[in-house]
């Protein structure tokens, strides 16, 4: 009786999966079919007063996957991985640039550097923790340039962190590994600091 009951309940729960009633297939307007909630009784809406048009050439950052041109320091294109900062560092820039990391870095890369953020927490490829030696010993361009166009899983900031911002971001990240390589670390404070290790990207190089 009970296997019967159970194949009963498996046919009633499939016969609800509906994928079209289930958000599968929504209302929408097709282009040009008429919408009766307009006066003019047109789906397609005139741009809203005071839109203005912006050729793709000159919006910040670049096409997904484009190959970024090597350039110097400060511009959008990437730079020699060995670049030192070139921008005075002080209290204010390094605030700036604690400031961009907690809005576009924290989620994955976690707010300690750990690679622990809650994107990664929740399924995301994790990144590696900054407080691996490979990470302390790479140039400053490095990772600018991460920023800039992108690496392995993550993809160009480009176009949401300007160029000075990315240098703030570089100088805070260095901040943050100057608290790992403090001498009296206690083992479960060294231990989060490193969180997710040194994790490896899934594909080597820079990816704009």
């Excluded at 041109?69 to 605030?95: C, L, Y």
């Excluded at 399924?123 to 990470?135: A, E, K």
Aim: charged share 20%; with cysteine; net charge positive.
């Amino acid at each position: 009786m009970r296997p019967l009951l159970a194949i009963f309940g498996a046919v009633l729960l499939i016969a609800g999966c509906d994928a079209k009633s289930d958000m599968g297939e929504q209302a929408k307007y097709k282009p040009y079919a008429p919408n009766p909630d307009f006066n003019d009784g047109a789906s397609a809406r005139p741009l809203v007063a005071g839109v203005v048009p912006r050729d793709p050439a000159t919006v910040p950052g670049g096409p997904y996957l484009a190959v970024a041109a090597i350039s110097a320091a400060g511009t959008k294109g990437t730079i020699e991985d060995a670049t030192v900062n070139p921008r005075p560092i002080d209290a204010a820039m390094i605030s700036r640039g604690q400031e961009k990391f907690e809005i576009y870095c924290s989620a994955c890369h976690g707010r300690l550097g750990n690679g622990l953020g809650m994107i990664a927490q929740r399924g995301l490829m994790h990144p590696p923790s900054f407080h691996v030696d490979r990470l302390k010993n790479v140039g400053d361009g490095h990772l600018y340039n991460v920023m800039t166009a992108g690496y392995g899983a993550m993809y160009s900031y480009a176009d949401k962190i300007a160029p000075q911002d990315r240098w703030a971001v570089v100088a805070y990240v260095r901040a943050l590994q100057a608290i790992s390589s403090a001498s009296k670390l206690s083992p479960d404070v060294a231990a989060v600091l490193q969180g997710a290790g040194d994790a490896k990207a899934k594909t080597a190089g820079y990816r704009q």
